[in-house]
């Protein structure tokens, strides 16, 4: 069975740092793009960071460049990663790590094939 599963969520101060993580199993996703996406209540799933198989191309949103680092770890099972610094109330949402074979940007939602269920991040002022 095919799962993505996040972790590390929880309650910060505005300026302060969270780390999540993506636990990916059930099949190989070594070569697969990965990425992190996140949706405010009431708003639609917006794209926050992305990174290819290879390791050597990451985009972000504008919203979190220079802020937000993604990376990924394929020694085993591949853990997707997403260290969040200087955190503002805007960031707050939940957070979804995505994976998909078929990836061209890795900004659209549409281009990923598989999606975890989600970690809450909220941030106070």
């Known amino acids: 069975q095919v799962q993505l599963v996040e972790s590390g969520g929880g309650l910060v101060q505005a300026g302060g740092s969270l780390r999540l993580s993506c636990a990916a199993s059930?099949?190989?996703?070594?070569?697969?793009?990965m990425g992190w996406f996140r949706q405010a209540p009431g708003k639609e799933r917006e794209f926050v960071g992305y990174?290819?198989?290879?390791?050597?191309?990451?985009?972000y949103a504008d919203s979190v460049r220079g802020r937000f680092t993604i990376s990924r770890d394929n020694v085993q099972n591949t853990m997707l990663y997403l260290q969040m610094n200087s955190l503002k109330p805007e960031d707050t949402a939940v957070y979804y790590c995505a994976a998909g074979s078929g990836v061209l940007s890795g900004t659209r939602v549409g281009e990923y094939d598989y999606w975890g269920q989600g970690t809450q991040v909220t941030v106070s002022s």
């Open positions: 990174i290819n198989w290879r390791r050597k191309i990451t985009r």
């Open positions: 059930g099949r190989s996703f070594s070569n697969y793009h």
